[in-house]
T-cell receptor
Framework: RKEVEQDPGPFNVPEGATVAFNCTYS??????FFWYRQDCRKEPKLLMS???SGNEDGRFTAQLNRASQYISLLIRDSKLSDSATYLC??????????????FGTGTRLKVLA | NAGVTQTPKFRVLKTGQSMTLLCAQD?????MYWYRQDPGMGLRLIHY???????AKGEVPDGYNVSRLKKQNFLLGLESAAPSQTSVYFC????????????FGPGTRLTVT
C-alpha cells in the first residue's frame, strides 16, 4: 500500500461548482499535513496547512480525519484559475522514525467555463 | 527577494555525461532538499541537507551526489547520466525541519539520451 494515495482525476467541474478531494495515508503516526498546488510545468506551492481542528481560507477548506486516516480539500465556487494539480503532503518524524515529507501523486482539477 | 532559484532550467545530456545542478536560496533557510518528479510517481526525495556542510540520503539517492558548502547553495551532481535520470528536478528549502512549509525552485528539466 502506498504511504499517501490520491485519486489522480481529472476532476472536470463547471465554474461555480463545489469540488472535494481526499487523500489517504497509511501511517497512523503521521504528524503534519499540507495541501500544495502545482500548475502545469511549474513548481509546487503551499496552498494550506491542515490542522486537527480543520482550516479554512476563503473558498478553500481543509480537514483532517485521524480515525480514518485521510485529509480532505473542499473548494467552493470554483474559478477557472483553480485549474491545477493538488498535492497532499504527510510528514513523519521522531520518535516514530526519521523525518519524511511524503508527497501524494496529485489530483488534477479542470474548471470548465 | 528571489526565493529559491535553480540553474539551468533545461538541459539535454548524452548517456555517461556529467553535470551539476545549482540551487540557491536567499531566505536564510537551514534545510534544503533535492526532489525528482516523474509522471505517476509524485515527488521523490533524492538528498537533503539540515545545514551548511551536512548532507543525507533521501528515498532515491543512487546515481546522485550533493554538496552544501555554503548555507545558501545546494548542488546536485550526476557523475554518469543514465536515461532513467530523465526527469524534472526541484530544489526546495525550509526554515526548520520536515514539518515546515517547503519553498520550491522553478525546476530543471533534464533529458538524458
Amino acid at each position: 500500500r502506498k504511504e499517501v494515495e490520491q485519486d489522480p482525476g481529472p476532476f472536470n467541474v463547471p465554474e461555480g461548482a463545489t469540488v472535494a478531494f481526499n487523500c489517504t495515508y497509511s501511517n497512523s503516526a503521521s504528524q503534519s499535513f499540507f495541501w500544495y498546488r502545482q500548475d502545469c510545468r511549474k513548481e509546487p506551492k503551499l496552498l494550506m496547512s491542515v490542522y486537527s481542528s480543520g482550516n479554512e481560507d476563503g473558498r478553500f477548506t481543509a480537514q483532517l480525519n485521524r480515525a480514518s486516516q485521510y485529509i480532505s480539500l473542499l473548494i467552493r465556487d470554483s474559478k477557472l484559475s483553480d485549474s491545477a494539480t493538488y498535492l497532499c503532503v504527510v510528514t513523519l518524524g521522531p520518535p516514530s522514525g526519521t523525518y519524511k515529507y511524503i508527497f501524494g501523486t496529485g489530483t488534477r482539477l479542470k474548471v470548465l467555463a | 527577494n528571489a526565493g529559491v532559484t535553480q540553474t539551468p532550467k533545461f538541459r539535454v545530456l548524452k548517456t555517461g555525461q556529467s553535470m551539476t545542478l545549482l540551487c540557491a536560496q536567499d531566505m536564510n533557510h537551514e534545510y534544503m532538499y533535492w526532489y525528482r518528479q516523474d509522471p505517476g510517481m509524485g515527488l521523490r526525495l533524492i538528498h537533503y541537507s539540515v545545514g551548511e556542510g551536512t548532507t543525507a540520503k533521501g528515498e532515491v539517492p543512487d546515481g546522485y551526489n550533493v554538496s552544501r558548502l555554503k548555507k545558501q547553495n545546494f548542488l546536485l551532481g550526476l557523475e554518469s547520466a543514465a536515461p532513467s535520470q530523465t526527469s524534472v528536478y526541484f530544489c526546495a528549502s525550509s526554515y526548520s525541519a520536515f514539518g515546515d512549509e517547503q519553498y520550491f525552485g522553478p525546476g530543471t528539466r533534464l533529458t538524458v539520451t
